[in-house]
């Protein structure tokens, strides 16, 4: 550290050298607060608009004849006409979540039972890891948590063992004349205020 210290006492002060047209230096000067500036042409002087004739901009200084816009901090916000019905609210809107709203989400993985008679043999098992593994529904992104649910567009003429969260009344009846199973699994159950009191009480009590 000491040898640090004398190797810096030796060099003496920093100094800012300004180079001549034949290479040489022709002033030393140090770095002072009084001496720091930025450089030219990085900072502009804010143009004062309105304060008459003699700034250059005319007698309305690009604001046209008076009204709201015309004045000082006026103005309106984006997108207002004027009280009429403005433009983003005259556009169609897309139905669902596309629009805008989350309702349009969709809460399962659907399958038909006509789908199932095309992709499954006989006494074959169906899930919804076997139908993202055949390629029968995408399941990606969003969809890896949700569930599965069986829908009754279509004929089915095989014997199967559907196991899924939700069926519709036709696809449960065609499921079973065909000679196959239902096997309806417990979905996600939901989070409610009173059971996560109660299940709290009781993990205090023990």
Not at 62 to 76: I, W
Not at 138 to 162: A, C, E, F, M, Y
Request: proline share 4%.
């Amino acid at each position: 550290a000491a040898v640090a210290k004398g190797a810096a006492a030796r060099r003496g002060p920093l100094v800012c050298r300004a180079a001549g047209e034949d290479g040489g230096s022709e002033a030393e000067e140090r770095f002072r607060l009084n001496n720091l500036s930025p450089q030219p042409g990085s900072k502009k002087k804010r143009n004062r608009i309105g304060r008459g004739y003699g700034a250059g901009q005319g007698g309305s200084a690009g604001k046209g004849m008076r009204g709201q816009n015309a004045r000082s901090g006026g103005g309106t916000r984006p997108g207002f006409e004027g009280g009429q019905n403005p433009l983003y609210r005259r556009l169609p809107k897309l139905k669902g979540i596309a629009g805008g709203m989350g309702a349009g989400q969709k809460d399962f993985n659907v399958v038909n039972v006509g789908v199932l008679s095309e992709c499954f043999a006989e006494g074959e098992e169906v899930t919804l890891e076997v139908l993202a593994e055949k390629r029968v529904l995408d399941v990606s992104g969003r969809k890896k948590s949700l569930p599965l649910k069986v829908l009754g567009d279509g004929d089915l003429d095989k014997k199967l063992t559907v196991k899924a969260v939700a069926f519709s009344k036709s696809a449960s009846e065609k499921i079973a004349a065909a000679g196959g199973e239902v096997v309806e699994l417990p979905g996600r159950k939901k989070w409610t205020r009173q059971e996560h009191e109660a299940k709290a009480k009781a993990e205090a009590a023990t």
